[in-house]
């Protein structure tokens, strides 16, 4: 039930040694891992890859996109911490429909920021909170080259825009595009949620590196595009107020758990055929107006 992995994933989340605690929760259950410690101002920055396999030609990567699970020895998880909940609570119910005997139609790679400690960096109407290694050095370990399709979680909250009861997705990006998802990943959101579907409106410059001097609605929902030729969907926890991700307390269970089933039925739909955007339109768009201008700042290059 991904209501119990959810649960697991944040009382393990909510410790002093987060990354430890997930470790042994996942210990011995047959998936490959790959613990990334980073340091940056004699403070440790970890990631966690997971590796679930099963020798299909394509890969999907699930993304848990935050600066840390808590910041400056706060009491509990802040609310940047959905991006980590969400992706691990996958991980463990992606475990345990293998250990009931199910197969998963492609493989999967979850990586997510396990970090107690964080940066925060101006931004309207709260300050953002970025990895101590800040986001370049960050984004070289989190994008997972193989993937044809990832899937970008991240706390999207501190905003007026974007003001809903529930988990949104953005459309694809791929490309330099911005792409509309097929109907079927519509009908996915809408039976996990029984409500009409709550997109993220995303703006040219939400695909730019943040280090443009444009307004972004959120620090990395989709800024992966960047890195990876991969098809990318954001999938954002929102608020119906505006709220800071450094602010604890504000955990919304349902949501969480939304969002957690949304991408656990979109990894079913996702087999050796299906894409989440339409391809001839993308072929159509290339066709009829060419490459994106933006295509230039893919793989990192950013002047």
Request: hydrophobic fraction near 40%.
């Amino acid at each position: 039930m991904i209501l119990e992995s959810l649960i697991k994933t944040v009382s393990a989340l909510e410790t002093k040694n987060p990354k430890q605690k997930i470790l042994e929760i996942i210990k011995n259950r047959g998936v490959e891992v790959e613990e990334i410690n980073l340091k940056a101002n004699n403070e440790d920055v970890t990631y966690l890859r997971f590796y679930v396999k099963n020798s299909k030609n394509r890969t999907v990567e699930v993304l848990g996109r935050l600066g840390a699970v808590q910041i400056n020895n706060s009491i509990g998880l802040v609310s940047d911490a959905d991006g980590a909940i969400v992706s691990l609570t996958v991980l463990l119910e992606l475990l345990n429909l293998i250990e009931n005997g199910f197969n998963i139609p492609i493989n999967v790679t979850v990586i997510t920021n396990v970090s107690t400690n964080a940066m925060l960096i101006p931004h309207q109407p709260f300050y953002f909170m970025v990895p101590l290694v800040g986001l370049e050095e960050a984004i070289k370990y989190e994008v997972d080259k193989k993937a044809d399709t990832l899937i970008s979680i991240d706390s999207t909250k501190g905003n007026k825009i974007a003001k809903y009861n529930d988990f949104a997705i953005t459309h694809v990006i791929k490309e330099g595009y911005i792409l509309r998802v097929t109907e079927e990943i519509i009908d996915i959101y809408t039976r996990v949620t029984n409500h009409e579907p709550y997109f993220i409106p995303l703006t040219t410059g939400d695909l730019t590196p943040l280090s443009f001097k444009v307004y972004h609605i959120s620090t990395t929902l989709v800024s992966p595009w960047i890195y990876t030729d991969a098809a990318v969907l954001g999938v954002a926890t929102v608020s119906a107020y505006p709220v800071p991700g450094y602010a604890t307390g504000v955990m919304d269970i349902n949501m969480l758990e939304h969002a957690s089933r949304f991408i656990l039925e979109l990894i079913k739909y996702l087999n050796d055929k299906n894409l989440v955007y339409y391809d001839d339109e993308l072929k159509e768009l290339k066709e009829k107006i060419g490459n994106s201008n933006l295509l230039r700042f893919h793989s990192g290059g950013i002047s």
